[in-house]
């Protein structure tokens, strides 16, 4: 007997922690992100997710209801800095730097609560068709991975500090979302899409 309820409550804290995990991308870790309007999925409070359930806790026979927060916010950002270099001496210094480094894929998804996020052919997409009942445009179909190398050339004049780093452009997606199985609620969080559609390296030089 001692057994079993050890068994059942294994499988509740199991359960427990699977609900409230988070799935996050690599772009919640850049450096700055800056959007438009709204505000990012994991910046969401309580108070907010309490007022968006509100819009999916509509019981449904089957399948998802989705509601969207902010629908292609454009936004801007600074991923990393790849050099910061600067001369405090009294000459002009000659720098010349070199990088190779690969370019990940332009779409990240995150997501809270129990919706999932899954891996199918090299790219992400949401658990139990998540994808399909966003409805989204096509450009949210791209996926891919790219290497760059480069080198640069330039000088530093004294008092100076020169800054390389990548500053990008994108749109955000996201919202909450829940998945009915015959009227029964299963699934239940929020949801996050996160597309790149402009990416380069910037060159700053400012005075110390």
Do not use: H
């Not at 969080?189 to 402009?198: A, R």
């Amino acid at each position: 007997m001692k057994k079993l309820s050890g068994l059942i409550l294994f499988i509740i804290v199991f359960s427990c922690i699977r609900f409230n995990s988070d799935a996050s991308s690599n772009y919640q870790n850049y450096e700055s992100v800056t959007m438009t309007s709204g505000k990012l999925l994991e910046n969401f409070s309580n108070d907010d997710y309490k007022s968006y359930y509100k819009k999916v806790d509509k019981r449904k026979f089957m399948g998802w209801r989705v509601y969207k927060v902010n629908s292609n916010i454009k936004m801007t950002y600074i991923s990393e800095t790849l050099f910061s270099y600067y001369n405090d001496g009294y000459t002009a210094i000659d720098y010349t730097y070199k990088l190779d480094r690969k370019v990940s894929s332009k779409l990240a998804l995150s997501a809270s609560g129990s919706i999932g996020i899954k891996f199918s052919k090299d790219k992400q997409i949401f658990k139990n068709n998540l994808d399909g009942s966003l409805k989204l445009s096509a450009d949210y179909s791209v996926s891919s991975e790219d290497k760059e190398s480069y080198e640069i050339n330039l000088k530093v004049d004294p008092g100076t500090q020169v800054d390389l780093y990548v500053y990008g452009e994108g749109k955000i997606t996201n919202g909450v979302a829940s998945k009915y199985f015959f009227w029964i609620r299963g699934d239940r969080g929020g949801y996050e899409i996160f597309l790149v559609t402009t990416q380069y390296q910037r060159l700053e030089k400012k005075k110390i």
